[in-house]
C-alpha cells in the first residue's frame, strides 16, 4: 500500500488491514486446515502488534462473522 501523503499513513494502513485479517484467516483455513496464529497474521499485514488483529478477529467473532471452537484463534472459522 502506497500513502499519497494526504490524511494519517497509519490510519491508512489499518484501513487496509480491517479488510486483511479476515482475508488471511480464510486463506490459512484454505491452504493448512487451520487459521494462523494471531502473531503470523499481524507479522503477514505488516502490523507491529497482533493486538490489532486480536481486536479485528474479536470484532468479528462479536458480530457473528466468526466463530471459535475452542480458546485459540486458529480454531476459529469464518461463518459467512
Keep these: 500500500m502506497r500513502w499519497s501523503g494526504s490524511g494519517d499513513p497509519a490510519a491508512a494502513a489499518s484501513d487496509s488491514a480491517r479488510g486483511e485479517a479476515p482475508r488471511a484467516v480464510r486463506l490459512s483455513i484454505r491452504d493448512r486446515g487451520e487459521a494462523l496464529s494471531v ?22 467473532q462479536e458480530r457473528g462473522a466468526l466463530v471459535r471452537d475452542c480458546r485459540s484463534w486458529q480454531t476459529c472459522r469464518l461463518t459467512r
Design 39 to 60: 502473531r503470523k497474521v499481524a507479522r503477514g499485514l505488516g502490523l507491529r502488534s497482533p493486538a490489532s488483529v486480536t481486536y479485528r478477529l474479536v470484532n468479528l
